[in-house]
Structure formats: C-alpha cells, structure tokens
C-alpha cells in the first residue's frame, strides 16, 4: 500500500513539474519569438526555453511510461517534440550550417508542440476552442505555425552566416 501511495505521490509531482515546465515554456517561447533578435532578451528568453523543455520533456515521459497503456503515443510525441527544440538549440550554439533556417524551425517546431499539448488537454476549458472537434485541436497549432516557419525562415534565413544580430551567449 505504501509503495502504491509512492507511486501515486511521484506521479502527482512529475505532473506538476510537467505543468510548470509547460507554462514557462509558453511564456518564454512566445517572449522569444518577438523579441529582438539579438543577444539580450531574445537569448536569456530562449536559454529559459530550452532549460524548461527539458522539463516538459522528462516529465512526459515518466508519465508516458507509468501510464504506458494508455499514454504511449505520448512518449512519442515527447521524443519528437523535444527532438526539434534540441536541434533549434544546438543549430545556434554549434553554428551549424544553414543553423538559422534550424533553428528557427527547431524552436517553432517545438513550440506548436508545447501549444498543442496544451490545448489537447484544455481544450474543454477555453472558450471557442471546446466547440472545435477534438481532431482539429490536435491540428490546429501546426495548421497556423507551419506557415508561420516558413514566413519567419523567409525572413531571417539570409542572416545565417557569423555575422548575424543574433549572437551566441
């Protein structure tokens, strides 16, 4: 019984680790993404990011795994959604080729997967999202960010050598 409670009580803490990991991630993405595009803000903002992805992520898969029958997919959905906000990160920090183009998809990437996750799991709360079919709430981040890549990669694409404003930390 007591291991069971243990269980139980690692399990409720892992989830709150994974809501507030999930929330600074919204915060510190959308902070980010219109920030100056330059050491400062933008940076500190993304190191922010990344650190509590990082928290999203493990946390997801604890979860994942303890629930296995029912949440699989969600371990899935972990490994890839993380995997784009670490290539997003090391684009810029190893200075990758074409990193710009990386990271910049890497992060968005990342951040319609936070988004989604979010509304999946909220979506019964939030007005005018709780009337959609639970089916578009899965599809309806990457519907408005994948174009939303392709405009911002447009845009700062060109800025990928070592000259660029937006400079390592």
Same mark, same amino acid.
Not at 140 to 144: D, R
């Given at each position: 019984m007591f291991e069971l409670l243990a269980m139980?009580?690692?399990l409720e803490l892992t989830l709150w680790?994974?809501?507030?990991?999930?929330?600074?991630?919204?915060?510190t993405g959308l902070a980010a993404a219109f920030a100056a595009k330059r050491k400062g803000l933008h940076t500190i903002t993304g190191e922010i990011y990344h650190a509590a992805y990082v928290g999203v992520?493990?946390?997801s898969v604890v979860m994942a795994i303890a629930n296995w029958s029912e949440s699989a997919y969600l371990f899935y959905i972990a490994i890839f959604s993380y995997g784009l906000a670490? *290539?997003?990160y090391l684009a810029r920090k190893r200075g990758w080729r074409n990193w710009m183009g $990386?990271?910049?998809g890497g992060m968005?990437?990342?951040y319609i997967g936070v988004v989604t996750g979010m509304l999946v799991v909220n979506h019964g709360d939030i007005p005018l999202v709780s009337d959609l079919p639970v089916l578009l709430v899965w599809f309806?981040?990457? *519907?408005?960010g994948t174009p939303l890549i392709f405009m911002m990669g447009r845009k700062y694409? $060109?800025?990928s050598g070592t000259n660029s404003n937006c400079t390592q930390q």
């Open positions: 139980f009580e690692l680790i994974h809501i507030l990991s999930g929330t600074i991630c919204l915060l992520f493990l946390s670490l *290539i997003g $990386k990271h910049i968005l990437g990342s309806l981040p990457t *519907i408005v694409g $060109k800025r």
